[in-house]
């Protein structure tokens, strides 16, 4: 055994300075599936108590929906529980095309490749398609699964300021002389959930000859009329090249991504992408639920319109009570508040009042940028949303922020 004291007081050292710093995360237990109504043990260790939840990405409330647990259990009696192999050795069943082929079509991409995650989908798609004399410019506030992805790839690497077009013009410019340039974006960034400007992006990749990737995991389910994503929202879906995205969010949120786009790209992934050759397959349960949650969802809009609506609501009355958000339309809204220590309150006031959410601070968020990011889904409730408002207008009241804008908020917490 080689795990010396050395190697033990070290990371015990690390350790501490988190925990010192601030910056531990601590886990929370839930008892019950995921849905609007849980039931928490927090701290671990305390008494167990049911509040609302309002920090999950279960945005279609489509994680604990009967007809996908229906469909996961036949999933599970009529294909097993594991393949106990990758894809292309005999870890494929007819479903796994089925499900890349719905995915496809409800994307209106040529082809699609499923991924264990997105994670592992942004891990595999640079590597895969450039190379040394390519660029991958990268909008700065792209997802951490994108960042390793682009690390594991040996193009060179551009990044321009947070959906600021110039810049990314400047770099386009810059990069003329490479074969291959990609634009590489998330669809919607997390923390704001602000929407990338694809069609302003879409228009500079015409002009420079680049293309157009965007991780739509944020947005895939629910954004745009019929729910196809950011190119359905921004009126691009013939122009924007790759999508990424998972299955882990509003698409009934257990697991899976996969890479969606020319039938070329996903033709390199399939012989190329190391978390796809070496990586298990997605189980059976998953695919089934999967594709039920495609075909449900294909059917009619009314989750994702009432998703819409809800968020629509929340953001109009939560601005009302004097709270101070973020504008958009996305069921991400930040309740911004600037100061760590406040959003931290806040959200523990919070939680006693029965609502369930978290505080963001550095180095999740920008430092000065602290926030509670609630977020909204088709399970909500009208009365499960008056009761958060209410809740937001109570504490907020305690800490004398109603009607407070970001100065003023500042100069009485600091930074
Ligand atoms: C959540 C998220 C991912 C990770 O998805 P997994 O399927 O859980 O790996 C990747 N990209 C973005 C933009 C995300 O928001």
Not at 305 to 322: M, P, T, V, W
């Amino acid at each position: 055994m080689a795990y010396s004291n050395k190697a033990k007081e070290f990371y015990g050292t690390e350790l501490t300075g988190i925990k010192n710093n601030g910056l531990l995360k601590e886990e929370r237990f839930i008892k019950s599936p995921q849905r609007a109504n849980i039931k928490v043990e927090y701290p671990v260790g305390s008494e167990t108590k049911e509040v609302l939840n309002f920090c999950a990405n279960n945005y279609l409330g489509l994680s604990s929906h009967p007809e996908v647990i229906a469909a996961a259990h036949k999933g599970l009696d009529e294909r097993g529980f594991g393949l106990s192999s990758v894809r292309f050795i005999c870890g494929t069943q007819d479903i796994h095309d089925e499900l890349e082929k719905k995915l496809s079509e409800f994307l209106k991409m040529e082809d699609t490749i499923l991924f264990p995650s997105c994670m592992e989908a942004n891990a595999a798609l640079f590597d895969v398609t450039l190379d040394k004399e390519d660029a991958m410019i990268s909008d700065r506030l792209v997802h951490a699964s994108i960042v390793d992805g682009m690390r594991l790839c040996k193009a060179q690497l551009f990044n321009y300021k947070h959906s600021n077009m110039e810049h990314l013009e400047e770099k386009l410019q810059e990069t003329q002389s490479c074969r291959f340039r990609m634009i590489i974006t998330d669809g919607v960034f997390s923390m704001d959930g602000d929407i990338a400007k694809l069609d302003k992006i879409c228009d500079l990749a015409d002009k420079y000859d680049a293309i157009v990737m965007v991780d739509d995991s944020h947005s895939t389910g629910f954004m745009g009329k019929n729910g196809r994503g950011t190119h359905e929202h921004c009126g691009v879906m013939d122009r924007v090249d790759v999508i990424t995205t998972t299955l882990g969010k509003a698409m009934g949120g257990a697991t899976g991504g996969c890479v969606s786009g020319p039938k070329e790209i996903v033709g390199m992934c399939r012989q190329r992408a190391r978390p796809y050759l070496f990586s298990n397959t997605v189980p059976p349960a998953i695919v089934a639920a999967s594709i039920k949650i495609i075909d449900m969802i294909s059917k009619n809009n009314e989750r994702r319109d009432k998703l819409e609506a809800n968020a629509l609501y929340f953001r109009e009355e939560i601005k009302k009570r004097g709270l101070d958000i973020k504008e958009g339309t996305h069921p991400i809204v930040p309740v911004m508040l600037y100061n760590a220590k406040l959003a931290q309150n806040m959200a523990k006031d919070l939680y006693a009042e029965g609502i369930y959410v978290i505080g963001f601070f550095f180095p999740v968020v920008a430092q000065g940028q602290a926030r509670i990011r609630v977020q909204i889904s088709a399970d909500h409730e009208r009365e499960h949303l008056d009761k958060a408002i209410n809740a937001f207008a109570k504490v907020g009241e305690k800490y004398k922020i109603l009607g407070k804008k970001k100065d003023e908020i500042i100069a009485m917490y600091g930074l």
